[in-house]
């Protein structure tokens, strides 16, 4: 589909987008589509909470610990059963997954399994949501494995990133976007709450060829291994050009990553020894860095271990965590040379 229209100031909804997209596949069966407009319609009413979170009494925890041993927000708790509760009964997934939930999440056997599999962060950044920051959620589908018309399995939800149908994110901040792939490049969509539409703003994203912004917790730099302490050196300035992008860290996962994919940049976790019980670094492959590779690819971008292509490692678990590097694909692969050289 041409996006030239939402340049000469017509207005394209998602649904209107997505449905012209899916005429693309003759054979398309419009479960993907549909599991879209879920998507986007969970974000609208996440949104709407998130913006008025101190007004109807949901910000602070619940007392209680995720399976990543984080405490739970109430926009966690949530964000996670508005997305369940969405999709639990549509008869177009086999099974789920959330950062939130230590085991996969069934399909309840009353209502039918279909081909699909969604894997969600309900809400990215939660620990910033007391503190009016942008905060997020992360979403990535694959087709089943497993046969049709049984249950979903663990299997299912252990895919590669390679297998990626579709994925995305929400950004909840000044305004409410949803920007996603179906692997015919990303689009960007910003919420209109006067009329409650998500409307086409950003079509056909590329990462910019000059980088802006580099963004990574450098509190932690001591506890970095030396190739990511010499490659940040480097991105500071200490290289033959002499060139040096700016630091730009919120902390939400979806807010850097956005900011960054509009601007040009690279996103870093890495892994390191300040926590003996996360020796990988913090985030989830499942969760974050795989939909988030796929989605910088998409962009002309690339997600990375340090080591290789995220979207070539295999899940062996639901929450295992990676080392991440994603953003302008030059800065990831100039990572990837230090590491080779001062961390092999």
Known sequence: ???????????????????????????????????????????????SRTTRAALVGILGNTGEENIQGEVVQKLDSFAQRTIYRLNDHTGRLAVMASEEEEHIIPIPDRFPAGKYVLVFDPLDGSSNIDY?????????????????????????????????????????????????????????????????????????????????????????????????????????????????LSLRYIGSLVADFHRNLLTGGVFYYPADTKDSAKPKGKLRLLYEAAPLSFLAEQAGGYGSDGVQPILDLQPDSLHQRVPFFVGSRDLVQKAEEFIRTYDA
């Open 1 to 47: 589909m041409s996006t030239d229209s939402a340049l000469t100031g017509a207005i394209i909804t998602i649904e209107r987008f997505i449905l012209e997209q899916q005429q693309n596949h003759p054979d398309a069966t419009g479960a993907l589509t549909d599991i879209l407009y879920d998507v986007a319609l969970a974000a609208k009413i996440i949104a």
């Open 132 to 244: 009016n920051v942008s905060i997020g959620t992360i979403f990535a589908i694959y087709r089943r494995k497993s046969p049709d018309g049984t249950r979903g399995t663990l299997a299912d939800c252990l895919q590669k990133g390679r297998d990626l149908v579709a994925a995305g994110y929400v950004i909840y901040g000044s305004s409410t976007m949803l920007v996603y792939s179906t692997g015919q490049g990303v689009h960007g969509f910003t919420l209109d709450p006067t009329i409650g539409e998500f409307l086409l703003t950003h079509p056909n994203i590329r990462i910019p060829a000059k980088p802006k912004y580099y963004s990574a917790n450098q509190g932690n730099v001591r506890h970095w291994p030396a190739g990511v302490q010499k490659y940040t050196r480097w991105l500071q300035g200490e290289n033959e050009q002499k060139h040096e």
